[in-house]
T-cell receptor
Framework: GENVEQHPSTLSVQEGDSAVIKCTYSDSASNYFPWYKQELGKRPQLIIDIRSNVGEKKDQRIAVTLNKTAKHFSLHITETQPEDSAVYFCAASKGMNTGFQKLVFGTGTRLLVSP | NAGVTQTPKFRILKIGQSMTLQCTQDMNHNYMYWYRQDPGMGLKLIYYSVGAGITDKGEVPNGYNVSRSTTEDFPLRLELAAPSQTSVYFC??????????????FGPGTRLTVT
């Protein structure tokens, strides 16, 4: 089955710096790659996602890149702010082109942004 | 809309007891999921449902059971609780349709301790 590895497990940056979190996946048939943010004691929430027919997607300070050949994808956060501090999870799935996706999650990256 | 709601928020069970975790969504989503999140780990899929009356196993189904008699409700049953089932349980739902977002909307979680 699919296996998703995520690095680093912890990332500390200064406010205003950039942060990059990387994930690799094992199943070349995977075609959907979301990123979820989970604040302490809260539920996971989708922040950005990318489908396999796209190499990069941006949303304000957040971007995701996908390299299908190497089977890895990355989350980039620019101009980090203290409110970006949270645990970030990547995931992968090979669902059909519908809203049904059996997500396999990475183990998470704890991002700490210091003022 | 309340979104995805879960009850209870917290529960302590003794080994061998049983309980049902409740999950309800009011967004008319066809797809629903149950995940568990162990400390410092990502989420793992326990069971999922693609519609009323249809359920199937995810990555870690042992020790659990589900039912889906209505579109709104997707309860998770734990029989003969074991310490290994100590975890935070999240219910989630998503839309159908090829042009819809693939986002999974999570409930607030149930923190379960088995002692």
């Amino acid at each position: 089955g699919e296996n998703v590895e995520q690095h680093p497990s912890t990332l500390s940056v200064q406010e205003g710096d950039s942060a990059v979190i990387k994930c690799t996946y094992s199943d070349s048939a995977s075609n959907y790659f979301p990123w979820y943010k989970q604040e302490l004691g809260k539920r996971p929430q989708l922040i950005i996602d990318i489908r396999s027919n796209v190499g990069e997607k941006k949303d304000q300070r957040i971007a995701v890149t996908l390299n299908k050949t190497a089977k890895h994808f990355s989350l980039h956060i620019t101009e980090t702010q203290p409110e970006d501090s949270a645990v970030y999870f990547c995931a992968a799935s090979k669902g059909m082109n519908t809203g049904f996706q059996k997500l396999v999650f990475g183990t998470g990256t704890r991002l700490l942004v210091s003022p | 809309n309340a979104g995805v709601t879960q009850t209870p928020k917290f529960r302590i069970l003794k080994i061998g007891q049983s309980m049902t975790l409740q999950c309800t969504q009011d967004m008319n989503h066809n797809y629903m999921y149950w995940y568990r999140q162990d400390p410092g780990m990502g989420l793992k899929l326990i069971y999922y449902s693609v519609g009323a009356g249809i359920t199937d196993k995810g990555e870690v189904p042992n020790g659990y059971n589900v039912s889906r008699s209505t579109t709104e409700d997707f309860p998770l049953r734990l029989e003969l609780a074991a310490p290994s089932q100590t975890s935070v349980y999240f219910c989630a739902s998503s839309l159908t349709g090829t042009r819809s977002s693939y986002e999974q909307y999570f409930g607030p979680g149930t923190r379960l301790t088995v002692t």
